[in-house]
């Protein structure tokens, strides 16, 4: 959807409630200036239209998470002045403290989600191996369900994998449109943790979306595969269909003159390093803005500017 303003109308009328996005990065790196558009797109849209803007740490994956990466996160979103209204970090310039939105601290909380799953027979162990999975036509790893009736012996290493309707998920993007997705298909039955113990992107963030309200998820297009995984498993923990779901906006990724994904070597590059190179948060903000395209030229933005290209 290119007309903003429009955008911001469809939001408002279709939220029930004031709106609740996150910015949900992983401490296993620096931020770069993809990140930063992400953000942008992020505190732009949720701030035109009155909501609630949360940064929650994504470190379920503990074998790569660090803390000098979390520390980072933080000094580098209160240099640019994106103050999110809940934080996971104490202090008063980062708006509301709220430990629970580190991932981290929630393993308890994924941890009964799963054995309520479990306990209405909707889960299955799993010890595939990656190597031992086939992929779809995407490239993504597909499970075909061998592990169902294998009964894997609970002493073996495994993972949980959570059954999957086979249907189609139809719903709006607010920047692509009416979408047609269907998990089974996609990926076949959802691996909510792995053999290692550690709980999947998928899972932890669906888990966490429900408990924190998030209702307006603010995204990269290569998300969009996604969502309807997502909607399946918020549908199998609830117990419903009906449960309020979240609107989505994926929005563009960085891209080159050619249209394909900047790779991770052009953004590499990280907003710290900026920072040590002596570059401003306006010309940071002005980078992110030419990059997205929302700019012809690159130019130094304040915040609110910035915000406001990013919002219409």
Same mark, same amino acid.
């Given at each position: ?8 109308? +469809? ?14 990065? @992983? ?6 200036? /993809? ?93 595939? @191996? ?5 992929? +779809? ?11 169902? +009736? ?11 994998? =959570? ?62 595969? @996604? ?11 609830? /117990? ?13 990724? =960085? ?58």
């Amino acid at each position: 959807m290119s007309n903003f303003n429009e955008l911001i109308k +469809n939001i408002r009328s279709l939220l029930i409630g004031p709106a609740v996005s996150r910015f949900a990065p @992983s401490p296993t790196g620096y931020l770069h200036a /993809g990140h930063v558009v992400s953000c942008l797109y992020v505190f732009g849209i949720t701030r035109a239209v009155g909501g609630q803007v949360l940064v929650r740490i994504e470190d379920h994956d503990q074998s790569r998470s660090r803390d000098a990466f979390d520390d980072a996160i933080r000094d580098d979103l209160i240099w640019l002045g994106l103050i999110p209204d809940r934080s996971p970090w104490p202090g008063h310039e980062l708006g509301q403290f709220e430990p629970q939105l580190r991932q981290s601290l929630r393993a308890g909380i994924h941890a009964q989600r799963l054995q309520d799953l479990t306990a209405q027979g909707l889960t299955y162990r799993c010890d595939c @191996s990656r190597k031992g999975l086939s992929h +779809n036509p995407d490239g993504e790893l597909f499970h075909d369900g061998a592990c169902k +009736n294998r009964h894997v012996p609970q002493d073996a290493p495994h993972g949980i994998r =959570v059954l999957m309707p086979d249907r189609d998920f139809v719903f709006d993007d607010l920047a692509l449109g009416t979408q047609h997705q269907n998990p089974q298909r996609q990926t076949g039955d959802l691996l909510a943790r792995d053999r290692t113990g550690s709980w999947t992107y998928q899972f932890s963030c669906t888990v966490d979306d429900l408990d924190q309200g998030v209702n307006l998820i603010i995204r990269g297009e290569d998300l969009l595969p @996604s969502t309807a995984r997502q909607l399946a498993l918020r549908e199998v923990i609830t /117990g419903s269909d009906l449960a309020p779901t979240p609107l989505f906006f994926h929005h563009p990724l =960085v891209k080159d003159e050619s249209g394909k994904k900047l790779g991770k070597r052009f953004l590499s590059t990280s907003i710290r390093q900026m920072r040590l190179d002596g570059q401003t948060p306006e010309k940071v903000l002005g980078f992110a803005a030419f990059l997205a395209g929302k700019l012809d030229r690159q130019v130094p933005l304040d915040l609110p500017t910035a915000l406001d290209l990013f919002a219409r």
